[in-house]
């Protein structure tokens, strides 16, 4: 059953702290994205990545970053310089980088807090 | 700047009792709106795409069209599980994808 895997579902960071969310899918799509979910806000873009060693900053890059040197696979690391980290992580993937033709996949998230 | 809007905030509806949500986006070069359903704590589930005003597309009991300037999902004789946080999106291209910020639906038994 296809699909994408976000772990761990709940994740809590200290002050000062690097933690890094995983995403794997097993679509065989080329494009992913993360996107953060915060309270009476849309979902904003934080990354993407269309092809295996290329991403691209999104609205919100500042204090992320990534990697994408499989196919399936897509990991964020919120670094200590996001300083507003608390928030639901939603990684997503595409067939193609147009996403309209498509649209997304999601996965089932990860709440990030800071303890 | 790209806006979609939404409205209602919230709905709460007896069940069996139809109602529509609405979309009202301002989109340069519009290529697709999209309709997503999101559960509490999960991840959003595509629903709809609608390219082109004058478009419609069904899956149950919902019903999504799309206009020049909004798009509306209309919801026939909800049952309780179709309680959820409904998004909508759209997209001038590519990786410019703008989320409204849902209408969250509760279907009373």
């Known amino acids: 059953d296809g699909g994408i895997t976000q772990s761990p579902k709940y994740l809590f960071r200290k002050e000062g702290q690097n933690v890094t969310l995983s995403c794997e899918q097993n679509?065989?799509?080329?494009?992913m994205y993360w996107y953060r979910q915060d309270p009476g806000q849309g979902l904003r873009l934080i990354y993407y990545?269309?092809?295996?060693?290329?991403?691209q900053k999104g609205d919100i890059a500042e204090g992320y970053s990534v990697s994408r040197e499989k196919k399936e696979s897509f990991p964020l690391t919120v670094t200590s310089a996001q300083k507003n980290p608390t928030a639901f992580y939603l990684c997503?993937?595409?067939?193609?980088?147009?996403?309209?033709?498509?649209?997304?996949?999601f996965g089932s998230g990860t709440r990030l807090t800071v303890v | 700047e790209d806006q979609v809007t939404q409205s209602p905030e919230a709905l709460r509806l007896q069940e069996g009792e139809s109602s529509s949500l609405n979309c009202s986006y301002t989109?340069?070069?519009?290529?697709?709106l999209f309709w997503y359903r999101q559960d509490p704590g999960k991840g959003p589930e595509f629903l709809f795409t609608?390219?082109?005003a004058g478009e419609e597309k069904e899956k149950e009991r919902l019903k999504a069209t799309l206009t020049k300037k909004e798009s509306f999902l209309h919801i026939t004789a909800p049952k309780p599980e179709d309680s959820a946080t409904y998004l909508c999106?759209?997209?001038?291209?590519?990786?410019?994808?703008?989320f409204g910020t849902g209408t969250k639906l509760q279907v009373i038994p």
């Open positions: 997503a993937s595409s067939l193609t980088g147009a996403a309209f033709e498509n649209g997304y996949t």
């Open positions: 679509l065989n799509h080329d494009a």
């Open positions: 990545s269309q092809i295996v060693n290329d991403f």
């Open positions: 989109v340069s070069g519009l290529r697709g």
């Open positions: 609608l390219y082109s």
């Open positions: 999106a759209g997209t001038g291209g590519y990786q410019k994808v703008t």
